[in-house]
């Protein structure tokens, strides 16, 4: 695996992930739960914004977690550390080429990794590889074409564009979360059931506003402004309109819309 | 009101909304009960889609269901019979002049209405001042915006982005979902809840294929090709390469995604 992070690695972006885990952790991760003794492979696990979450929910079951960047790594130790959680062992390492011997793991745990990958059938079969039969794999991705708000802007939707496409252009695809009933089937597993974990926000929920809207999603996009004009995808006069527009949408009588799908599949 | 139903008034029509009905009933209405004793106002009841479970869920409330249509009303008298309830009682009526005195019921229930009205924050002040004080309002409207799949195809939104426009020609607007919060805001009331509904759907779920994509919402948009095609907002063969891939999203590997809202607020 060589590919650009589209999000980059600075420390804005390390904040944005972490603002973001605290918002959704309930929402996405509050039903994940293995059991005493599990040994649990998350894969891919960034700065560790899920993995504190994961090892807590679950402290009698043990945690791998691997990423691809030494500084992730790092960082995600010494957050792991902060929490004073003992049942998470890091390694950094390639998804495609995983220290681990064939049904290793009971679980594994795969969160916002697949919209990065150019190949995300054949991770989720190197994945398969090393859980036991029985066991499951969790996936949680996002999905940038279940954004819509109100107001409705196009600029905001051009801008929004802009990351899928950069996305693409980085091998990757920032619409995977709708699909991931279709990949995990052609990986070979069973059972599968996807749940999407879609999040509403109006101005009645104002930790929303301020933790989903503007500091993941829209910074997010903000994040891209260098990049996308970089690329020529979109002019500066329709991104910052766009941008505009979108915090616009944290206003009183602002809403935002945006789908996360979670998928539960057994290796059988 | 003088506006054309976008959707038709033929049997077609009348058998996919009964479809629609079906399908999503637990999804919409499950969590609506009145109490005994409650007077309900349902404010455009159409061919009583909703009224049968409306009144079936809450058999110790009184219904008073009004629809512009007279047509639909005595459809709707048939369905109510057929279902052997007795606590409902129709009128025709416009939901902009309805022959109700100020506070003459504790609750109002608008389903699938407001998305054909150019006024509709007028419509919820008149049906507000129907409410006790005290009382509620559930609105329960979908949102095409809402709609994406897999496989992705642009054929398919621009053929969905029809009903869109035809909607908007028509006064209303397709994209009403989202505002809910917005409107019911604008139009006084207080306490609004906001609960999206989404209906996900992939092969594992054959009952939704088959009753939500392909009988509802890809059938409605196959509806809408005849006047598509002489608003001239679309050409044949783009408008039947979309309807084509809406049915491909019903094949095993496909998926298709699309949100109602469901919204309750309190007159106070």
């Known amino acids: 695996m060589n590919q650009a992070y589209v999000h980059g690695y600075n420390t804005r972006e390390t904040r944005r992930l972490k603002n973001q885990a605290s918002a959704l952790v309930e929402l996405l991760h509050s039903d994940t739960r293995y059991q005493k003794g599990s040994q649990v492979l ?58 681990f011997e064939p049904e290793s793991f009971d679980h594994v745990f795969v969160c916002h ?37 109100h107001p409705d802007s196009e600029a905001a939707r051009l801008a929004i564009q802009c990351q899928v496409e950069l996305q693409r252009k980085a091998g990757g695809n920032a619409l995977i979360g709708r699909e991931l009933y279709p990949l995990l089937q052609q990986a070979g ?22 933790g989903f809207t503007r500091d993941t999603f829209t910074a997010m996009i903000e994040g891209i402004r260098g990049a996308a004009l970089n690329a020529e995808i979109i002019d500066a006069t329709t991104f910052d309109a766009g941008v505009r527009d979108l915090h616009r949408t944290t206003e009183s009588d602002g809403v935002f819309c945006y789908t996360f799908f979670k998928a539960i599949a057994a290796k059988s």
Chains 1, 2 share one sequence.
């Open 42 to 99: 998350e894969a891919g696990c960034g700065v560790a914004a899920q993995t504190v979450t994961l090892a807590s929910n679950s402290p009698n079951a043990s945690f791998t977690s691997i990423d691809i960047s030494a500084d992730s790594i790092a960082k995600a130790k010494k957050a792991v550390e902060f929490a004073g959680l003992h049942n998470v062992h890091f390694e950094q390492a390639d998804i495609f080429d995983l220290p």
């Open 113 to 149: 990794v697949l919209e990065h990958l150019s190949q995300p059938v054949e991770a989720l079969e190197t994945l398969k590889r090393l859980i036991k039969v029985g066991g499951t794999i969790t996936v949680i991705e996002g999905d940038h074409g279940s954004a819509y708000f």
């Open 189 to 210: 597993f069973d059972s599968i059931r996807v749940d999407p974990r879609m999040v509403y926000v109006d101005s009645s929920i104002p930790d929303l506003v301020s």
